[in-house]
């Protein structure tokens, strides 16, 4: 396939897959309605970022094994469910919080590792990906194609990524919207948490084949 015919095709199939609900978009949503926009940004970088995990064995042959593999899937839906749980009891237990009595110094500092390491372990660990980059690849890529075009066409995705998702922490923290959500936050937290943990248990129930 043509270079820029795959990297169109790429940019088309990625973007519907970002935009399409999912653990990525609650992890965002959440951390900006209840943390900002530095930390919903943050997020972002983390799930771009794991990506990077995907796109390496791809790039290497892996994804059609792990694909096909009933117990390597079992692993990773078990890992990616149980952190989509515990990330959703945390929300669940959320309470309610005078953001104004919160120093300025704190909620800017954060815990910007925290933050990029949650959407970093958000993405990596989501067991539908295998499937996913199997079929992304097998479309756009051949065994002769050179690796720096394979590294290009991963940097690509991970740059679409981050930008869908920068997209929606703008807005998720835009001062309308802001404002509307900062007086209930900790429900927010606690739908969203609700939302995780459903979705963690639809992870871990789900068939493998």
Same mark, same amino acid.
């Given at each position: 396939?043509?270079?820029?015919?795959? *990297?169109?095709?790429? @940019?088309?199939?990625? /973007?519907?897959?970002?935009?399409?609900?999912?653990?990525?978009?609650?992890?965002? @949503?959440?951390? @900006?309605?209840?943390?900002?926009?530095?930390?919903?940004?943050?997020?972002?970088?983390?799930?771009?970022?794991?990506? $990077?995990?995907?796109?390496?064995? $791809?790039?290497?042959?892996?994804?059609?094994?792990?694909?096909?593999?009933?117990?390597? *899937?079992? !692993?990773?839906?078990?890992?990616?469910?149980?952190?989509?749980?515990?990330?959703? !009891?945390?929300?669940?237990?959320?309470?309610?919080?005078?953001?104004?009595?919160?120093?300025?110094?704190?909620?800017?500092?954060?815990? $910007?590792?925290?933050?990029?390491?949650?959407?970093?372990?958000?993405?990596?660990?989501?067991?539908?990906?295998?499937?996913?980059?199997?079929? *992304? &690849?097998?479309?756009?890529? $051949?065994?002769?194609?050179?690796?720096? *075009?394979? /590294?290009?066409?991963?940097?690509?995705?991970?740059?679409?990524?981050?930008?869908?998702?920068? &997209?929606?922490?703008?807005?998720?923290?835009?001062?309308?919207?802001? %404002? %509307?959500?900062?007086?209930?936050?900790?429900?927010?937290?606690?739908?969203?948490?609700?939302?995780?943990?459903?979705?963690?248990?639809?992870?871990?129930?789900? %068939?493998?084949?």
């Amino acid at each position: 396939m043509e270079f820029t015919h795959g *990297l169109l095709l790429i @940019t088309v199939v990625h /973007l519907l897959a970002a935009a399409s609900p999912g653990p990525d978009f609650l992890m965002v @949503t959440q951390q @900006t309605l209840s943390s900002g926009k530095k930390a919903g940004l943050l997020c972002s970088v983390g799930i771009a970022l794991g990506l $990077s995990v995907h796109i390496t064995y $791809s790039a290497f042959g892996l994804a059609a094994v792990i694909a096909n593999s009933v117990s390597a *899937l079992l !692993v990773i839906k078990m890992l990616g469910g149980s952190y989509l749980i515990y990330l959703g !009891v945390r929300g669940i237990r959320s309470r309610p919080k005078n953001l104004e009595d919160i120093p300025v110094a704190e909620i800017k500092a954060g815990s $910007s590792l925290k933050a990029i390491g949650a959407g970093f372990l958000c993405n990596a660990l989501n067991p539908k990906a295998p499937v996913y980059f199997v079929a *992304l &690849f097998t479309v756009v890529l $051949s065994p002769n194609m050179p690796l720096h *075009l394979i /590294l290009i066409y991963g940097l690509w995705i991970m740059f679409l990524q981050f930008a869908w998702f920068s &997209f929606v922490a703008m807005v998720f923290s835009a001062p309308p919207i802001a %404002r %509307r959500f900062k007086r209930f936050g900790h429900y927010v937290d606690r739908v969203m948490g609700g939302a995780m943990v459903l979705l963690g248990l639809k992870v871990i129930t789900s %068939r493998t084949a």
